[in-house]
């Protein structure tokens, strides 16, 4: 199952992050973000991954000096030895935090902006490198369990088929 291979992690963005407009710099989501991702893939492995790419990046708001900021990674598709990791990362509100008051932390508005709604997503590739392991020399799959686990699986199975890599391509490239 999907969740079965989702994890998250939550902190607090502190000043040394931030880019010349006072907002976290986009490197700095996309590193973490990799992280969990790549953590992920290991676990889901049991080895360690090859990143092989990023299918796509979108930055939907600006997360602040002081926001606290949750990335969760979900190993969402599998085709034979590639497998596809789906980062969201969320902005919380810190002041929303404590007793009685932590449902609210996913629904209150600041500063004009949606907390608590996605304010990045990106999709990694990994590469298992140990192609026989298993009889086929493929993992195995993972299976959506929930509506919105259907729907990040269904576009990575898009997005495999359309734009790959092939086994063929992952021969001739990374010669394994």
Known sequence: LVRTHTHSVCQTIFPEG?????ALFGGY???????IAHFAAKYFMGGDPIAIGLDEAVFVQPV???DMLKFTARVVHVACRVVRVNVV???LHPDAFGPGRVADAL???FDG???GKRSNRMMFLFLHSKKGET??????QV???SYKEILMHVDALRRQKEEGPTEEFISHHYGI
């Open 18 to 22: 931030r880019n010349v407009h006072g």
């Open 29 to 35: 989501i996309m590193h973490e973000g990799f992280d």
């Open 64 to 66: 602040a000096v002081g």
């Open 89 to 91: 990362v969320e902005v």
């Open 107 to 109: 629904n209150t508005n």
């Open 113 to 115: 902006r949606v907390v």
């Open 135 to 140: 009889t086929d020399g493929c993992l195995p």
């Open 143 to 145: 299976v959506p369990d």
